[in-house]
């Protein structure tokens, strides 16, 4: 909530990260507040995905973003090279998945999602 995203039921958020190949947490050091996130799934073979990436909004959220980003390549690139990569993003970080080398719409094609309740 902090990072002005979506809120997702409690149990939600346990079965999620049950089911993670893992997640990458950023803490404010002064008082323990969750400030950065992004967990990645995967086949471990051919496919993997980055979900719920958020950053606090605030003058180093730009920051935040890159260092969530370029870890999170780092370790995917280690441990499932080759494998595709998809990822879902608020526009807030477009400019840090740019700065990766992701290209934003390459031939006008657009990614839709549904929320199922």
Do not use: Y
Not at 43 to 52: M, Q, R, V
């Amino acid at each position: 909530m902090s990072c002005g995203e979506s809120t997702h039921p409690e149990e939600r958020w346990e079965l999620a990260l049950k089911r993670s190949l893992w997640q990458i947490s950023i803490l404010d050091e002064a008082n323990g507040e969750l400030i950065g996130f992004v967990r990645a799934t995967s086949d471990l073979a051919l496919n993997a995905n980055l979900w719920n990436l958020a950053a606090k909004p605030g003058p180093n959220q730009g920051a935040l973003f890159a260092v969530l980003v370029h870890r999170a390549l780092q370790i995917l690139r280690r441990d499932l090279p080759g494998c595709s990569l998809s990822i879902s993003a608020p526009a807030d970080a477009l400019e840090a998945l740019k700065q990766q080398g992701f290209l934003i719409d390459p031939n006008g094609i657009r990614a839709m999602g549904l929320s199922l309740s």
